[in-house]
């Protein structure tokens, strides 16, 4: 079992910044197993879609609204990672929700954080 818990969440201008982070915790075994780490976001009415996503190898994939805005990064030690957003439009808006998935076998498990609200408005 893997826990998330986001932080870093609330209102910015447009054009303003943001970090989020989002702490993982669990057993060793757990935390240790962990590939992909990532952030997607959901706004009311609409389905959730990724935002940007991290390999334990590095490997990044950002959704193409975000590509040159947003940077994903990680730090494995501490089991975080991080979203740092910065010119922001009021389209950025939305719940945003850290992801973490474990492979085993032929499938994975996916867990998720309870997400934290980031508002675009002047």
């Known amino acids: 079992q893997v826990q998330l818990v986001e932080s870093g969440g609330g209102l910015v201008q447009p054009g303003g910044s943001l970090r989020l982070s989002c702490a993982a915790s669990?057993?060793?075994?757990?935390?240790?197993?962990?590939?992909?780490m990532g952030w997607y976001r959901q706004d009311p009415g609409k389905q959730r879609e990724l935002v940007a996503a991290?390999?334990?190898?590095?490997?990044?994939n950002y959704a193409d609204s975000v590509k040159g805005r947003f940077t994903i990064s990680r730090d494995n030690t501490k089991n975080t990672v991080y979203l740092q957003m910065n010119s922001l439009k009021p389209e950025d808006t939305a719940v945003y929700y850290c992801?973490?998935?474990?492979?085993?076998?032929?499938?994975?498990?996916?867990?998720w954080g309870r997400g934290t609200q980031v508002t675009v408005s002047s």
């Open positions: 669990g057993s060793k075994i757990s935390l240790n197993s962990i590939n992909v």
């Open positions: 992801y973490a998935d474990i492979p085993w076998g032929n499938t994975k498990y996916d867990y």
């Open positions: 991290l390999t334990r190898g590095g490997m990044t």
